[in-house]
């Protein structure tokens, strides 16, 4: 594979730059897996759905906030898809005549 920029269609992340910026943000750091990628063992029983210490309180009231964003984001996705659809179907008429 070649690089995006030479036609290819291969980006190259820095990873490590980026996990940096993403525990920036959290304010925290990311518990790293070993490499056996092994679960600890008070992540294996956890079930989905179970709360954790009020984190459901917490969690809804988050999920409560975003919801106006994820919905304007998802009708923005939704607009761009058919748009590209749409300009898809008249190039490929004008291509076809």
Not at 12 to 23: M, R, T
Not at 25 to 51: A, H, I, Q, W, Y
Not at 61 to 74: F, G, I, M, Y
């Amino acid at each position: 594979t070649r690089d995006y920029d030479k036609g290819g269609n291969c980006v190259w992340y820095d990873e490590p730059g980026l996990l940096k910026q993403v525990e920036t943000l959290l304010g925290k750091s990311v518990e790293r897996m070993p490499p056996s990628l092994t679960l600890r063992p008070d992540l294996l029983n956890l079930k989905f759905g179970e709360e954790q210490q009020g984190a459901s309180l917490v969690t809804g009231e988050h999920v409560d906030a975003l919801r106006p964003v994820v919905q304007r984001l998802a009708a923005i996705e939704t607009s761009a898809q058919a748009s590209f659809h749409n300009l898809r179907a008249r190039f490929h008429r004008i291509s076809v005549e």
